[in-house]
C-alpha cells in the first residue's frame, strides 16, 4: 500500500478541512495517509510554512498544496497513486 503524506500541524483549521475532504477519499483508495507535523523541524517549517495542508507522495516531486477540493484531491491522489 502506498503512503501519501500530508503536512500540517496542531491547530490548523485549514489541516482539519484537508483531513474532512481527505477521509472519505482514502477509505476507498489503496492507499495510507501519513500526517507529518512541520512543527518538529525547522526545514519544515520553512518549506510549508504557509502553504499547509500540503500533499505530497515521497516518490513524486509534485505537491497538492491548498486550497484544494475533492476533486482536485482525488485526482492528485490517483495521478501519483497509479489507481
Known amino acids: ?8 500541524t496542531s491547530g490548523c483549521h ?3 478541512i484537508a483531513w ?9 483508495l489503496p492507499l495510507r ?3 507529518i507535523d512541520i ?10 510554512g504557509v502553504r499547509i495542508p500540503v500533499l505530497k ?8 498544496g491548498w486550497p484544494f477540493d475533492s476533486a482536485q484531491a482525488l485526482f492528485f ?4 497513486s497509479g489507481v
Open 1 to 8: 500500500m502506498k503512503t501519501v503524506y500530508l503536512y500540517s
Open 39 to 48: 512543527a518538529e523541524s525547522d526545514a519544515l517549517i520553512e518549506r510549508y
Open 57 to 64: 507522495f515521497s516518490d513524486h516531486e509534485d505537491e497538492l
Open 20 to 28: 474532512d475532504i481527505l477521509a472519505p477519499l482514502i477509505s476507498y
Open 33 to 35: 495517509l501519513e500526517e
Open 14 to 16: 485549514l489541516c482539519e
Open 77 to 80: 491522489l490517483q495521478k501519483y
